[in-house]
């Protein structure tokens, strides 16, 4: 837990998490009972995800969408180009994509999820992706789409992927 502890406070002395972030990450280890094993994937050879960056998702009418979570929540709304629409969660990078819908398609339904991982190097990234033979689709300079086992997609961000 030492170890667990010390990252946290590195990552926050280095600009990686904000004071927020880390306090509610120390909230969630001191909670953690004694001896319990790390959980799967702390200590893998993968990529570390440190945030949900964002959740696309498709509805019938993204601007009853965006007026509903920017009036209830106060979310900031950027990037809105008339069928969808960044909406901002606070003082985070994390935000949410309302978007229309495509004809045919049955709303609503999430579209993809991305994380933010640790360290993003565009090339290591997907080096690593094709490695474990998953094909990855580059959608900006800082993500790449790939399908989960279940062919769903998910995309991988780095830190500066920011919304629209």
């Given at each position: 837990?030492?170890?667990?502890?010390?990252?946290?406070?590195?990552?926050?002395?280095?600009?990686?998490?904000?004071?927020?972030?880390?306090?509610?990450?120390?909230?969630?280890?001191?909670?953690?009972?004694?001896?319990?094993?790390?959980?799967?994937?702390?200590?893998?050879?993968?990529?570390r995800a440190v945030?949900?960056?964002?959740?696309?998702?498709?509805?019938?009418?993204?601007?009853?969408?965006?007026?509903?979570?920017?009036?209830?929540?106060?979310?900031?709304?950027?990037?809105?180009?008339?069928?969808?629409?960044?909406?901002?969660?606070?003082?985070?990078?994390?935000?949410?994509?309302?978007?229309?819908?495509?004809?045919?398609?049955?709303?609503?339904?999430?579209?993809?999820?991305?994380?933010?991982?640790?360290?993003?190097?565009?090339?290591?990234?997907?080096?690593?992706?094709?490695?474990?033979?998953?094909?990855?689709?580059?959608?900006?300079?800082?993500?790449?789409?790939?399908?989960?086992?279940?062919?769903?997609?998910?995309?991988?961000?780095?830190?500066?992927m920011k919304p629209?």
């Amino acid at each position: 837990m030492e170890n667990l502890i010390a990252k946290l406070l590195d990552d926050f002395d280095h600009g990686r998490m904000t004071r927020r972030q880390l306090i509610k990450s120390l909230a969630v280890v001191a909670a953690v009972p004694a001896g319990t094993p790390p959980a799967l994937g702390e200590n893998s050879k993968g990529f570390r995800a440190v945030a949900v960056n964002h959740i696309s998702y498709q509805v019938s009418d993204y601007a009853k969408t965006r007026d509903f979570y920017a009036d209830l929540l106060g979310m900031k709304v950027v990037g809105d180009i008339g069928t969808q629409c960044s909406l901002i969660i606070g003082d985070t990078n994390t935000f949410v994509i309302p978007r229309n819908a495509p004809q045919g398609s049955t709303p609503p339904r999430i579209d993809h999820i991305a994380y933010t991982i640790e360290h993003w190097d565009k090339n290591a990234v997907r080096a690593e992706l094709e490695r474990r033979g998953l094909k990855p689709q580059p959608d900006t300079e800082n993500s790449f789409h790939i399908k989960d086992p279940n062919g769903f997609d998910l995309q991988i961000s780095g830190k500066d992927m920011k919304p629209a």
